[in-house]
C-alpha cells in the first residue's frame, strides 16, 4: 500500500513544513487523491473478483447440489450392492453348504466305488478260481475250515447238548422211571443201573451220555441213513471196506499217493451220493429231532416236547448234521469215536476198556480216594472224541491231531462207595 511510504514522506517533509505550509497540504492532498484512486481502483478490482467469488461460489454451490445428488445416487446405489452383496454371501454359504453335502455325497460315492471295486476283485478271483476249477474238470465244491473252527463248533456243539440237559431234564429220577430205565436196553450195560440213576451226582451225566450216544449212532456214524438214505448208507459200507483194506496191519503199508487217492475219490463219491438224495435236508432234521425226543420220552414224559425243548433239540440235531456233513465231504480225514481210536473187543463198546490219556480226558466229577492219573478203565464214555488226518489240500494223511479228547467217567464203583458210605454216615450222625 502507499500509506506507509506517504507517512514517511509527510514526516520527512514536515521538517520544511514552517518554510511551505500550503504547498506541502497542496502535495499531501495531491496524494491523498491518488491514493483514494488507487483506493478506489483497488475497490473495483475488489469488488469485481468478489463478484467473481460469488460467481464462483455460485458455481461451487451447484457443483455442491451436483455432487450431494451423485453422492444420494451413490448411496443408494451402496446400499443397493450391499444388499446384493448379501444376497451373494448368503447365495455364497447356501453353496458352500451345498458342497459340502456334495463332498460327503462324493466321498460315500468313493466308498462305494471302493467297496465295489474289491467286490468286483473278489467277484474276479472267485471266478478265475471257478474257471481254473471248471478247466481242471472238477465241480466238486469242497468244504474247508480250520482245525480252531471245527474246535470251536464242537465246543458250541458240547454246549448246547449240556444246556440242553440242565434245561431240559430233570436233575434226578423218581423210583418207577430209574427201575424202567435200569431194565431197559439203554442202561443194560451200565454195573449197578440203579443205584447209578439213583446219585443225583451221576443222572445229569448218564442222560447228556444218552443224547451222545443217540448223535454218534443217528447222526456221526458213517452207515447212518439220515445223510443219503440207503444209498448212503450202502456206499459208507463200501467205503470202510476200502478203507480196512488200506489199513490192513497184515499188508504192506500203503504209499501217501495211494491214501490221497482213496480219499480223493472218497470225497469226490461222497458229493456225488449225496446228490442222489432228493429228501428235503430240513424235513431230516425235523425227524432226527423227532427220534431224540421219543428216545428221552421215559424221563420227560413229553413225546413232542415243549416249544423250547423241541427248538433246543432242533438246534442240536441241526449243529450235529452241519458237523457231520462237512466231516463227509472234506479233503481231511475225521473219525468221531464214542469208544477208542481202535475199537475194542468188548461189548458193549462204551464199556470196559483202558484210559487212554493221549486221546481221553477224565470227567471231574468227585474226588475219591483211589482214583490216579495212571491206567484205569472207562466206565462211561460221556461225549465223543474227535480226530483229524491230513490237510485240507489232500495230503500229508499219516499224520494224525486229536482235535477234542473224548470224556470218560472212570472209578464209577469207587464213587459210588464213596457217595454210599458219606449217605450212611450222614444218616449215622442224624440218629446220634
Same mark, same amino acid.
Given at each position: 500500500?502507499?500509506?506507509?511510504?506517504?507517512?514517511?514522506?509527510?514526516?520527512?517533509?514536515?521538517?520544511?513544513?514552517?518554510?511551505?505550509?500550503?504547498?506541502?497540504?497542496?502535495?499531501?492532498?495531491?496524494?491523498?487523491?491518488?491514493?483514494?484512486?488507487?483506493?478506489?481502483?483497488?475497490?473495483?478490482?475488489?469488488?469485481?473478483?468478489?463478484?467473481?467469488?460469488?460467481? #464462483?461460489?455460485?458455481?461451487?454451490?451447484?457443483?455442491?447440489?451436483?455432487?450431494?445428488?451423485?453422492?444420494?445416487?451413490?448411496?443408494?446405489?451402496?446400499?443397493?450392492?450391499?444388499?446384493?452383496?448379501?444376497?451373494?454371501?448368503?447365495?455364497?454359504?447356501?453353496?458352500?453348504? #451345498?458342497?459340502? *453335502?456334495?463332498?460327503?455325497?462324493?466321498? %460315500?460315492?468313493?466308498?462305494?466305488?471302493?467297496?465295489?471295486?474289491?467286490?468286483?476283485?473278489?467277484?474276479?478271483?472267485?471266478?478265475?478260481?471257478?474257471?481254473?476249477?471248471?478247466?481242471?474238470?472238477?465241480?466238486?465244491?469242497?468244504?474247508?475250515?480250520?482245525?480252531?473252527?471245527?474246535?470251536?463248533?464242537?465246543?458250541?456243539?458240547?454246549?448246547?447238548?449240556?444246556?440242553?440237559?440242565?434245561?431240559?431234564?430233570?436233575?434226578?429220577?423218581?423210583?418207577?422211571?430209574? *427201575?424202567?430205565?435200569?431194565?431197559?436196553?439203554?442202561?443194560?450195560?451200565?454195573?449197578?443201573?440203579?443205584?447209578?440213576?439213583?446219585?443225583?451226582?451221576?443222572?445229569?451225566?448218564?442222560?447228556?451220555?444218552?443224547?451222545?450216544?443217540?448223535?454218534?449212532?443217528?447222526?456221526?456214524?458213517?452207515?447212518?441213513?439220515?445223510?443219503?438214505?440207503?444209498?448212503?448208507?450202502?456206499?459208507?459200507?463200501?467205503?470202510?471196506?476200502?478203507?480196512?483194506?488200506?489199513?490192513?496191519?497184515?499188508?504192506?503199508?500203503?504209499?501217501?499217493?495211494?491214501?490221497?487217492?482213496?480219499?480223493?475219490?472218497?470225497?469226490?463219491?461222497?458229493?456225488?451220493?449225496? #446228490?442222489?438224495?432228493?429228501?428235503?435236508?430240513?424235513?431230516?432234521?425235523?425227524?432226527?429231532?423227532?427220534?431224540?425226543?421219543?428216545? @428221552? *420220552?421215559?424221563?420227560?414224559?413229553?413225546?413232542?416236547?415243549?416249544?423250547?425243548?423241541?427248538?433246543?433239540?432242533?438246534?442240536?440235531?441241526?449243529?450235529?448234521?452241519?458237523?457231520?456233513?462237512?466231516?463227509?465231504?472234506?479233503?481231511?480225514?475225521?473219525?468221531?469215536?464214542?469208544?477208542?481210536?481202535?475199537?475194542?473187543?468188548?461189548?458193549?463198546?462204551?464199556?470196559?476198556?483202558?484210559?487212554?490219556? *493221549?486221546?481221553?480226558?477224565?470227567?471231574?466229577?468227585?474226588?475219591?480216594?483211589?482214583?490216579?492219573?495212571?491206567?484205569?478203565?472207562?466206565?462211561?464214555?460221556?461225549?465223543?472224541?474227535?480226530? %483229524?488226518?491230513?490237510?485240507?489240500?489232500?495230503?500229508?494223511?499219516?499224520?494224525?491231531?486229536?482235535?477234542?479228547? @473224548?470224556?470218560?467217567?472212570?472209578?464209577?464203583?469207587?464213587?459210588?462207595?464213596?457217595?454210599?458210605?458219606?449217605?450212611?454216615?450222614?444218616?449215622?450222625?442224624?440218629?446220634?
Amino acid at each position: 500500500m502507499v500509506w506507509p511510504f506517504t507517512f514517511f514522506q509527510g514526516t520527512r517533509s514536515s521538517h520544511n513544513s514552517a518554510e511551505n505550509p500550503i504547498a506541502e497540504l497542496q502535495r499531501k492532498a495531491a496524494e491523498y487523491e491518488r491514493n483514494i484512486g488507487e483506493l478506489v481502483a483497488e475497490n473495483y478490482q475488489l469488488q469485481h473478483r468478489a463478484a467473481d467469488c460469488e460467481r #464462483k461460489i455460485g458455481e461451487v454451490g451447484a457443483e455442491n447440489c451436483k455432487l450431494q445428488r451423485k453422492a444420494g445416487d451413490y448411496e443408494r446405489k451402496v446400499k443397493e450392492l450391499q444388499a446384493e452383496n448379501y444376497k451373494l454371501q448368503r447365495r455364497a454359504a447356501d453353496c458352500e453348504r #451345498k458342497i459340502g *453335502e456334495l463332498g460327503a455325497e462324493n466321498c %460315500k460315492l468313493q466308498r462305494k466305488d471302493a467297496e465295489r471295486k474289491e467286490q468286483m476283485q473278489l467277484q474276479t478271483t472267485r471266478f478265475a478260481a471257478e474257471l481254473k476249477a471248471i478247466r481242471n474238470k472238477d465241480f466238486v465244491n469242497i468244504p474247508n475250515l480250520s482245525d480252531a473252527a471245527v474246535q470251536g463248533n464242537w465246543r458250541t456243539l458240547c454246549f448246547s447238548v449240556r444246556q440242553f440237559v440242565s434245561i431240559h431234564l430233570p436233575e434226578s429220577l423218581d423210583l418207577s422211571t430209574i *427201575e424202567a430205565l435200569a431194565g431197559s436196553e439203554a442202561f443194560s450195560w451200565l454195573p449197578n443201573a440203579s443205584k447209578t440213576l439213583q446219585a443225583p451226582l451221576f443222572c445229569p451225566i448218564l442222560l447228556e451220555s444218552w443224547v451222545w450216544h443217540f448223535l454218534c449212532i443217528r447222526i456221526f456214524d458213517p452207515s447212518s441213513t439220515y445223510w443219503a438214505g440207503e444209498e448212503g448208507k450202502t456206499w459208507a459200507i463200501l467205503c470202510g471196506g476200502f478203507r480196512d483194506r488200506l489199513s490192513d496191519s497184515g499188508r504192506s503199508h500203503p504209499s501217501a499217493s495211494t491214501i490221497a487217492e482213496f480219499h480223493d475219490w472218497r470225497v469226490r463219491s461222497a458229493h456225488f451220493v449225496s #446228490k442222489l438224495d432228493k429228501r428235503n435236508p430240513d424235513n431230516m432234521v425235523k425227524a432226527e429231532t423227532t427220534n431224540l425226543l421219543k428216545l @428221552l *420220552e421215559a424221563v420227560t414224559n413229553d413225546r413232542e416236547g415243549t416249544g423250547d425243548m423241541y427248538r433246543d433239540a432242533h438246534g442240536i440235531i441241526r449243529q450235529a448234521t452241519e458237523l457231520d456233513q462237512f466231516f463227509r465231504l472234506a479233503r481231511a480225514d475225521f473219525h468221531v469215536f464214542i469208544t477208542r481210536v481202535k475199537l475194542p473187543l468188548v461189548h458193549p463198546p462204551n464199556l470196559g476198556f483202558q484210559f487212554d490219556p *493221549e486221546t481221553m480226558e477224565r470227567a471231574k466229577v468227585i474226588p475219591v480216594a483211589g482214583q490216579h492219573a495212571g491206567a484205569a478203565v472207562v466206565d462211561l464214555a460221556i461225549s465223543p472224541g474227535l480226530i %483229524k488226518a491230513g490237510n485240507c489240500d489232500g495230503s500229508n494223511y499219516h499224520h494224525e491231531r486229536v482235535l477234542v479228547k @473224548l470224556q470218560a467217567l472212570c472209578d464209577l464203583q469207587p464213587t459210588l462207595r464213596f457217595l454210599e458210605e458219606r449217605r450212611m454216615s450222614v444218616e449215622e450222625g442224624g440218629r446220634h
